[in-house]
C-alpha cells in the first residue's frame, strides 16, 4: 500500500482545496491591485461632470446613475480586500449620508502611492505610520480652513446655499431647483431642537410626468394609493388609525349554529351588522370623518363607512401607518375600539388628487406644522427620478449634517489643494523615512482636484500647476472653475462653492484607516469554499 507524502509548509496544516498567497508581491500587490480597479471604476463619477454608469444587478434591475454609493452597493464585490474598501464607503454613508467616491477615490490613490514606496524599498510598516502621521496632521489644519458657517438653520435661503454643492456633484443643473426643494421640506419639518432632525421625516414620492422642475413640496403624506370608499375628500379631518383589519372579528374557537327556520337565518346575520353598525357609529360619536386601517376592510364595514360619510384609507405597510400616526398625532389601535381625544390624530386636509394620470392620496396640514414633509419628484423615466431621489437623500443627509457640525470649507479641490501643499511642507520637516510616505499622502490628495478636471475634460496637470501658483501666493481658496474656459481657477468661497467640513473629515479619516489596514495584511489564507461538486453542463442536451 503506498503512503501519500505530506506536503511541506503551511499547505501540510490546511485541508485540499485550501490557498494561501504570502508577501509582497503575492498578497500585498495583489490586494492593491484590487482595490485599484475599484477605485478606478467610479473616479470617472467624480463630481458635477462625472459619468453616469449602468449598471444591471443580479436581479436585472437596471440602475444607470454616478452616486458611488448605489454602483458600489450593486456590484456586489467579492474581493476581500476591495470589500474593506466597501465597508469603508458604507461608514461614510452611515456617518455623513455622502462623499462615498471621496473616500474611494482617495483610498485607491493612497494604495497606488504606497506600492511605488513598497516598490522603492520602504517596509508596509513606515509606510504605514507616514500615513497615520499626515492623516493626523490633515486633520489638524481643517479647521484653520473653514470659510463659512451656518447660523439659522430655520432659514430657507441659508439652508438653499448649504445643500446646493451637495446636490450639484450629482444634479449639475438643476441643484438650484432641488436645493430650494430640500431646504423647503427640511426647514418646514424642523423642530425647536435641530439635534432632534430625522432624515427619515422626509419622504420622496416619486410619480411619472411631467419634468424634473414640476416636482413640488407637501407638508404631510403622499401615498400612491386609492381610497377605499365613496368618500374622497375629508377638510378638519378628525383620524382614527387602527393596527388592525377592520371587519367582524372571527371566533378563537369552531363554532355551530343550528337554524330551524328562514327568520333565524335573517335575524342571526342581522346581529352581526349591528355589532358592526354600533363600532362604526362609536367611530363617528368620536367625531372622526377619517378612518386609516392597516389591514384589509370587510364589505359589511364598508357600507356602514360609507353610510355615515366616513373616507377609508388603508396602507400595506406598517411603517407608512407609523409615518401617519406621526403626521397627525394619531395613536394606532390595535382592535376596534373608538379612539380617545389623545388617541385621534388632526389633518387640515385629507384628499385624493390625481397628479399626472395617478391617483394619490394626500395627508396635508396647512395651518400647524408637520413632523413629516414629503418631495414630489417628476420625471419622464424611471431611471431619472431615481436618480433625483438620491440626489434630494443627499441634500437631506447634508441638511442632518450641519445639524451636527454647522461649519464648510471651500470646495472644487481649493481644500485638498491647500492641505496637501502644507502635509508637502510638513514632510521636509520630519527626519526619518516616513518623510516620503506624507509627501505620497500630498500627492494622494491631488488625485482629487485631477479627475474633477480629467472629467471635466481638462488637462490636470495645467490645473494642478495653475492651484498650486495660486495657493503658494496665499490664496488658499482658490479651486477648479468648471464652467471657465480650459484650466480655470476661482475663489469656490466666494462662488459660494462649499463642502461639508464633517464631510472631508470622516472622508479622510476612513480613507486612511482602509489604505493602512489593507496595507497591514501580509498574508491571505482561504478555505475550500463550502458546498458539492458543481452540476456538469450537459451541452448536447436536447432543448425539445
Known sequence: MALSVPKAGLASMLKEGAKHFHGLEEAVFRNISACKELARVTRSSYGPNGMNKMVINHLEKLFVTNDAATVIKELEVEHPAARMLVMATQMMQQEVGDGTNFVLVFAGALLEHAEELLRMGLSPTEVIEGYDMACQKALEILPSLTCNSVGDLHSKEEVKKAVKTSIA????????????????????????????????????????GSGVFGSTVMKGMVFKRLVEGDVVRATNAKIAVYSCPFDSMATETKGTVLLKSASELLEFSKGEEDLIEQQVKAVVAAGCNVLVTGGKVGEMALHFLNKYKIMVVRLLSKFDLRRVCRTAGATALPKMVPPTAEEAGHCDVVEVQEIGDTNVIVFRQDKEASQISTVVVRGSTDNIMDDIERAVDDGVNTFKALTKDGRFLPGAGATEMEVAKQLTTFGETCPGLEQYAIKKFAESLESLPRALAENSGVKATELISKLYAAHQAGEKNVGFDIEGEGAAVRDAAAAGIWDLFLTKLWSIKLATNAATTILRVDQIIMAKPAGGPKPRQNTNRDED
Do not use: H, W
Request: hydrophobic share 45%.
Open 169 to 208: 456633484s450629482m444634479q449639475y443643473g438643476q441643484e438650484d431647483f432641488l436645493a430650494e426643494l430640500v431646504a423647503e421640506a427640511c426647514v418646514s419639518i424642523l423642530l425647536e431642537n435641530p439635534k432632534n432632525f430625522n432624515v427619515d421625516n422626509v419622504r420622496v414620492t416619486k410619480i411619472l
